[in-house]
């Protein structure tokens, strides 16, 4: 495995190993690896004869600096899984590789409208900086397949826009949301959770499949979210947004469409879970009745 700091070196070797003539997979992280980061990789390596994995924490992603400063950084770990998993290379760079004008003085790509709601509301800014990061990794890394988490549904949802909008040469392929056992959705995140708190997470996904088969039985979009709001408030949430969209644009659906979504922000002190469920429903919205 080849471990690669800077943009010349990461050309060079792009270059030597002869990838032009290969089918190439890319893996776009965070780092603090996972067992969910572990199924994307597999899921390239199955796509692609070789795999590249970037471990970057994109500062233009964060709002709060604070978070930012607690993001579990995990490089020494993150190495030792990458090496295990096969990985052909790994693409380690700083800010200030990626970013040499600094923040301020980048060029940004907009993520538009798509971008502004939902997690883009609660976080000003996340979703321009996500599209400027996968550009910029994307014309460097040049890869055939990109693969990404369903889990994060927004941002799968605006990086297909950015390749289809930018006419970008690159396949994507979506990974399903992993989970614990439980039900939770595996996050770089659930590592902040208090024992307390980690008993009460699965109920996010409860909500949501509680809302789902809500939905399914006929019931109202109204009725079902305010239902599944009100469930997630008593078992101890503070509730940011649980809606029902269309599972394109993610724009609010007052009424059932033929591919739906649910999406969920929760906080259970601190620390906030996102989670979303598909919701690919055979009743029409003029079938749909208070219940």
């Known amino acids: 495995m080849q471990v690669i700091r800077d943009i010349e070196t990461l050309r060079d070797w792009r270059e030597s190993e002869?990838?032009?003539?290969?089918?190439?997979?890319?893996?776009?992280?965070?780092?603090?690896?996972?067992?969910?980061?572990?199924?994307?990789?597999?899921?390239?390596?199955?796509?692609?004869?070789?795999?590249?994995?970037?471990?970057?924490?994109?500062?233009?992603?964060?709002?709060?600096?604070?978070?930012?400063?607690?993001?579990?950084?995990?490089?020494?770990?993150?190495?030792?899984?990458?090496?295990?998993?096969?990985?052909?290379?790994?693409?380690?760079?700083?800010?200030?590789?990626?970013?040499?004008?600094?923040?301020?003085?980048?060029?940004?790509?907009?993520?538009?409208?798509?971008?502004?709601?939902?997690?883009?509301?609660?976080?000003?800014g996340h979703f321009t900086g996500v599209a400027t990061v996968v550009t910029k990794l994307f014309n460097l890394v040049r890869p055939d397949v990109a693969v990404f988490g369903e889990k994060d549904a927004q941002q799968v949802a605006v990086i297909r826009r950015l390749v289809a909008d930018l006419d970008m040469h690159v396949e994507l392929a979506i990974e399903p949301t992993h989970r614990e056992p439980d039900g939770l959705a595996i996050s770089s995140r659930n590592r902040f959770l208090d024992p307390e708190q980690r008993r009460q997470a699965p109920a996010v996904h409860r909500a949501l499949k509680r809302a789902a088969e809500s939905l399914a039985g006929g019931h109202t979009v109204a009725a079902t979210l305010a239902g599944a709001r009100h469930w997630l408030t008593q078992q101890g949430f503070v509730v940011d947004y649980l809606v029902y969209c269309d599972d394109e644009r993610l724009e609010e659906q007052a009424r059932l469409v033929p591919h739906g979504r649910l999406l969920v922000a929760a906080r259970l002190g601190k620390v906030r879970l996102i989670d979303n469920l598909a919701v690919h429903t055979p009743y029409p919205a003029s079938d749909e009745s208070d219940r």
Not at 27 to 55: C, F, W, Y
Not at 98 to 122: N, S
């Open 18 to 124: 002869g990838f032009d003539a290969r089918r190439v997979g890319f893996v776009p992280t965070m780092g603090n690896l996972h067992a969910g980061h572990l199924a994307l990789i597999d899921h390239a390596k199955q796509r692609a004869e070789a795999v590249i994995v970037s471990v970057f924490v994109n500062p233009l992603q964060f709002e709060d600096s604070d978070d930012l400063a607690r993001y579990p950084r995990t490089e020494e770990r993150d190495l030792e899984l990458l090496e295990q998993a096969g990985v052909a290379a790994v693409f380690l760079p700083t800010e200030a590789v990626l970013y040499p004008r600094g923040q301020k003085d980048i060029v940004r790509v907009d993520a538009g409208p798509l971008g502004e709601r939902l997690e883009g509301a609660a976080r000003p």
